[in-house]
Nanobody, 126 residues
Framework: EVQLVESGGGLVQAGGSLRLSCAAHGFTFDDYAIGWFREAPGKEREGISCISNNDGSPYYHDSVKGRFTISRDNAKNTVYLQMNSLKPEDTAVYYC???????????????????WGQGTQVTVSS
């Protein structure tokens, strides 16, 4: 069974840090790029980061660049999103998803992500 399972969300004060994990099961992890998306109440889901499968290149939306770091451990079939200097506007449900490549153009993520996790809530208090 194909699964992406996010963990690590929670409640944190502004300026704090969290590390999200995305554990993959049931497919060849090395063949897929992994993206992170978030959806805040009343807003559309947006792509914020992606890490490629071939060379581990990271990509970031401007809203998180310099604060978030994406990484992957292929031995553990896991991708991480280290989130520092969190802001109240980072509050959202965070999802990871798998695609054959990171498609990042003009500051926006595109692509047809085959697999999605169930999401983990991140709440940043002011």
């Amino acid at each position: 069974e194909v699964q992406l399972v996010e963990s690590g969300g929670g409640l944190v004060q502004a300026g704090g840090s969290l590390r999200l994990s995305c554990a993959a099961h049931g497919f060849t992890f090395d063949d897929y790029a992994i993206g992170w998306f978030r959806e805040a109440p009343g807003k559309e889901r947006e792509g914020i980061s992606c890490i490629s499968n071939n060379d581990g290149s990271p990509y970031y939306h401007d809203s998180v660049k310099g604060r978030f770091t994406i990484s992957r451990d292929n031995a553990k079939n896991t991708v991480y999103l280290q989130m520092n200097s969190l802001k109240p506007e980072d509050t959202a449900v965070y999802y990871c998803a798998a695609d054959r490549a990171c498609t990042f153009y003009a500051g926006t993520f595109y692509g047809f992500y085959d697999y999605w996790g169930q999401g983990t809530q991140v709440t940043v208090s002011s």
